[in-house]
């Protein structure tokens, strides 16, 4: 299967993927290979025994330290095998894994899955919360869904006015007709005309909307409201962002993060208080799925740093899915840098268009 044609990861030129001899990607595929199945450093000797290159231990020792010296592979202590460094890890993805189809015992599953939402007449929030269970069970690793959002549309109205004497009601409607209204703390002093005039601001810089008619005194007056109401006109611009762009944090589903208990990386002490952290997050979370939906691809793989993540060494795949009313949602996994990339992204093929087809009501599906 074809990785491009399925999920993008970050930028990975083409001519990238001739950095590497044939013989030096096999070596580092092999190393990615062993270090996922098993989590443990790889050295030429053992691989030699079972690799498909037919050369002696010491030629692939040779190929294992020019690909460390590329920064594909790191030894981790004196004397160790070797393990992908993050690198390694983004070109194995890009340019060598092999992708597996899930198996037809998982397929019967999802089927299952799909048949006793229906005949039981789930509500949404059970087939969301069932299917992240799934992905964490069938990977062991930790799971996230953002529940379908309506995609971004653009603003067509604002409207400012006061409630109080130093409150407002910042009121902002999109081109679908979504309405979002927000409490605004104003100055006492802020009459109800500079709340109008930087009413027609906000609606003129964010709603696109052309005023060519300004007269002179006013154009003056507005730019003495400039200067003296800056802090309170960046402020609205924020709280006009932010009702775009946040969910409901009602809309995260998290699961799974005690399968971190069972990875060999998350043994040290320091990682697993890295992982208590990850939990506390779950805004964080919810915005980077939030955010991931600008993407039109169907499957993104962030590797190490890419992540967002505010710990080291990790990844986080994530598959987009359709809801009702033209909404879309996401469903994530994070691991350790080590995750069986080809597994977790056949799961989550399989299960956001699983997603797809039972929250839109394909009544054909599994039929």
Known sequence: MNANSIFQTETAPHDVSQALNDRQKTVLREVCDAFISTGI??????????SRLLCSPATIRNEMADLELMGYLFSPHTSAGRIPTEKGYKFYVNF??????ISQLEEALIGKLACISRETHLRQQDILKSAVQYACQQTKLAGVLLAPQQEQSNLSSIRLFRILENKAMLVTVDACGN????????PVETTD?????????????????AYQHYEQNFIENTRQILSRYNNLLSQLVKQVQRAANDP??????????????????FNEPEKLKQMVCLLDQKENLLQLLAKSLESKQEIVVNIGSDSGLAIKDMSFVTARYRGPNSTFGKIGLI????????????????????????LMGDKSFFE
């Open 41 to 50: 450093p790889v050295g030429s000797r053992t691989l030699s025994k079972s």
């Open 96 to 101: 060598l894994i092999e992708f597996e189809r």
């Open 179 to 186: 309405i979002n209204d927000q409490v605004v703390t104003i």
């Open 193 to 209: 005309d500079v709340l109008e005039k930087l009413s027609i601001l906000l609606n003129a810089q964010l709603c696109h909307q």
């Open 248 to 265: 409901d944090t009602n809309a995260i589903f998290m699961e799974g993060f005690l399968n971190f208990f069972d990875q060999p990386e």
């Open 335 to 358: 691991g350790p840098l080590r995750m069986d990339y080809s597994r977790v992204v056949a799961t989550l093929a399989r299960l956001s268009n699983t997603l797809s087809q039972l």
